[in-house]
C-alpha cells in the first residue's frame, strides 16, 4: 500500500481509529495504540465524531448504512497524515472497502480512496510504515499468538507482530501448529452459526492449549474476547491480551475475561 504523498516524515500526525469493542469494552487497547505511535514520534489524535467502520452492516448487506458510515468516518479523518487502527479487520474495512461503496462519478469515491491509501492497522504501521524504535517493554510469559483472519488474509500481517515481539524482554513465543487458522468469531458469523463458530473455536482452543502458553496475544479484539471466553469456560487460566498492551507495558489491568481483581 503506498505511503501518502502528504505525510510528514518528521512529526507525521496519526488520527487514531479506536474501534467500537476497544471503545466499550477494552480502553486499555487504545491507551496502549496511542503510547506506542507517540513512542513511534506521531502526533496523535482521536477524533470525537468517529463512531463504528461500517463492518456489522456491510456484512449484513445493508450498502445504503455502510455508505451513511463510512461518509461520517471519512469526513472525521481526512485531515490527518495517516489512520492507524487497532484491529486488522477493522482497518481492513477502511482501506480495502471504501473506495468500493461508490460510484466511479461519485465525489466520495476519490475521498474514500484518500483515505483508504493511508489507513494502516497498528502493527503494520508500526513495523513496515514508520519503522518504529525496538520496543523496550517487559513481559515474563510463554505466549503463543493467533494471527486472525482479516488481518493475515487481507493485510498480509504475519512476521510484524513477531518481530516486534522479539524485543519485549522476558517474553517466549511458541507457535501454535494452527495460529493462522480461525477462530471461529467473524463478526456476525458467530450469531448466525453459533454451532459451527463453536465447533471452530474449541479446535483454536485445543491447539493453544497444546503449546502450553501462559498468554495468548492477536491483534484484533473480537477474536481475542472469542478465545478468552471459551478457555474460561473450559477453565483454563491462559491469560488473552492484545498485543498492543504487551508493547506498550499496560499489562497491569486484568486480561481479557478475567476477574477485575486479577491483575498482572
Not at 486472525?148 to 507457535?175: F, H, M, T, W, Y
Amino acid at each position: 500500500m503506498p505511503v501518502p504523498k502528504s505525510a510528514a516524515p518528521d512529526t507525521p500526525h496519526v488520527g487514531l481509529f479506536v474501534t467500537c469493542l476497544v471503545d466499550l469494552t477494552r480502553p486499555s487497547v487504545g491507551f496502549a495504540a496511542l503510547k506506542l505511535l507517540q513512542l513511534a514520534g506521531c502526533r496523535v489524535s482521536v477524533p470525537e465524531h468517529q463512531t463504528c467502520c461500517g463492518q456489522p452492516a456491510y456484512n449484513s448487506g445493508d450498502k445504503s448504512n455502510t455508505r451513511k458510515i463510512a461518509k461520517q468516518t471519512i469526513a472525521a479523518f481526512e485531515e490527518y497524515d495517516y489512520v492507524v487502527v487497532p484491529s486488522g479487520s477493522c482497518g481492513g474495512m477502511i482501506s480495502h472497502h471504501y473506495p468500493s461503496l461508490f460510484d466511479k462519478t461519485d465525489s466520495w469515491r476519490q475521498r474514500a480512496e484518500d483515505l483508504s491509501n493511508k489507513t494502516f492497522e497498528l502493527i503494520l504501521f508500526l513495523k513496515d510504515i514508520i519503522k518504529t524504535p525496538e520496543i523496550t517493554a517487559k513481559c515474563s510469559a510463554k505466549m503463543t499468538y493467533h494471527d486472525s483472519c482479516s488481518g493475515l488474509r487481507e493485510l498480509g500481517i504475519k512476521e510484524q507482530p513477531r518481530d516486534l515481539l522479539a524485543n519485549v524482554q522476558g517474553l517466549d513465543l511458541v507457535e501454535g501448529d494452527q495460529a493462522e487458522v480461525c477462530c471461529g468469531f467473524g463478526g456476525l458469523f458467530c450469531v448466525k452459526y453459533p454451532d459451527i463458530s463453536e465447533s471452530m473455536l474449541d479446535q483454536k482452543i485445543d491447539d493453544l492449549l497444546k503449546t502450553n502458553a501462559d498468554l495468548v496475544l492477536g491483534g484484533d479484539l473480537g477474536c481475542l474476547m472469542n478465545i478468552a471466553g471459551r478457555l474460561t469456560r473450559r477453565g483454563s487460566e491462559i491469560q488473552v491480551r492484545h498485543i498492543a498492551e504487551v508493547l506498550a507495558g499496560i499489562t497491569q489491568v486484568p486480561a481479557i475475561a478475567a476477574p477485575e481483581t486479577a491483575g498482572n
